[in-house]
């Protein structure tokens, strides 16, 4: 059982569409972040919020944009997609200390028409 | 080169059969490393920390070697259960939030 819980589980969108996608976690930690998991590449680390404050946006497009409301929700906007883009989105939590494991939720499996 | 390197298989082992699996990573600053396992079509999940004088966990053996920059985990006995892809992580320096995540290893443990 995850205490990080992801919606939804499977999305297909058209490039035109504007979906988000849903992360909470029910793990008082302080810091979320988005990585991107594409077939035979490794996990891509797209934003880290620690605080509430988003500490890192690693080169991501702009037709993603994070939301980060308070400590245990986060989410992804999506807009003008492009195919290359599908892929499974994690989303995870940690406590922010030197040795923080993830704990991830179970993903939203993206594909985009 | 790529920031953290492991082969990524598949190894193919039966039942009862030891398996070790190398990562070697790139940036000499990081600091925290760890063994994740992901299972298909599953989210990862943590399978142990990984310390500088080696640590085991049951069947687990995980060893660090930082003047080669090298990680290593060993399987005892692998279980069928065992099948999944190992990935190697370790830290952006010492940023304790900021993870690299290897390609992952996958293993098959066969009857």
């Known amino acids: 059982e995850t205490g990080v819980t992801q919606t939804p589980r499977h999305l297909v969108m058209g490039m035109t569409n504007k979906k988000s996608l849903k992360c909470e976690q029910h793990?008082?930690?302080?810091?979320m972040y988005w990585y991107k998991q594409s077939a035979k590449k490794p996990l891509e680390l797209m934003f880290v919020y620690s605080l509430e404050e988003r500490v890192e946006n690693n080169s991501v497009p702009s037709r993603f944009s994070p939301e980060c409301p308070n400590s245990s929700h986060l989410f992804l906007h999506l807009h003008t997609l492009q195919p290359e883009d599908s892929a499974l989105y994690l989303c995870?939590?940690?406590?922010?200390?030197?040795?923080?494991?993830?704990?991830f939720g179970n993903g939203t499996r993206l594909t985009v028409t | 080169r790529k920031e953290v390197e492991q082969d990524p298989g598949p190894f193919n082992v039966p039942e009862g059969a030891t398996v070790a699996f190398n990562c070697t990573y790139s940036?000499?600053?990081?600091?925290?490393f760890f063994w994740y396992r992901q299972d298909c079509r599953k989210e990862p999940k943590l399978l142990m920390s990984v310390y500088s004088s080696g640590n085991e966990d049951g069947r687990f053996t995980a060893q660090l070697n930082r003047a080669s920059q090298y990680i290593s985990l060993l399987i005892r006995d692998s279980k069928l259960s065992d099948s999944a892809t190992y990935l190697c992580v370790v830290t952006r320096g010492n940023a304790g939030n900021m993870l690299t995540f290897g390609g992952g290893t996958r293993l098959m443990v066969k009857p």
């Open positions: 995870a939590s940690s406590q922010e200390t030197r040795i923080s494991p993830l704990h």
């Open positions: 793990l008082g930690h302080n810091a």
């Open positions: 940036n000499s600053a990081s600091q925290s």
